[in-house]
């Protein structure tokens, strides 16, 4: 093995470390970012809270457990869902629908 080839090895090893240091700053950084801003929001969830689910309907939490909640859709007050957490896209709170 000559020097140049030593170098050009070296100088791989160098753009692939500078490639997956780009990848990391593009990609996973902003991935776990949006994942903690979802579960503060799923944990900040309350009673009351006006939501928006990923499905895109809009109704009111009525009932909440650990992993659950049970949303209620539509003025009529007789649709009742229960659907997991991870299914609320949006939330609003009360305090916030009603100014």
Same mark, same amino acid.
Request: charged share 20%.
């Given at each position: 093995m000559d020097a140049a080839s030593g170098m050009s090895m070296?100088? !791989?090893?160098v753009w692939l470390v500078v490639l997956f240091g780009i990848m990391y700053f593009l990609m996973v950084r902003p991935q776990k970012?949006?994942?903690? #801003?979802v579960q503060t929001?799923?944990?900040?969830?309350e009673v009351g809270d006006?939501?928006?689910? !990923?499905?895109?309907f809009y109704g009111?939490?009525?009932d909440m457990t650990e992993e659950d909640v049970i949303v209620e859709f539509?003025?009529?007050?007789n649709? #009742?869902?229960p659907m997991r957490k991870q299914a609320i896209a949006e939330v609003e709170k009360a305090e916030q629908a009603s100014a």
């Open positions: 070296g100088f !791989t090893i970012k949006e994942q903690k #801003r929001m799923l944990s900040s969830m006006s939501v928006v689910t !990923t499905s895109g009111v939490i009525i539509g003025n009529n007050k649709c #009742r869902i």
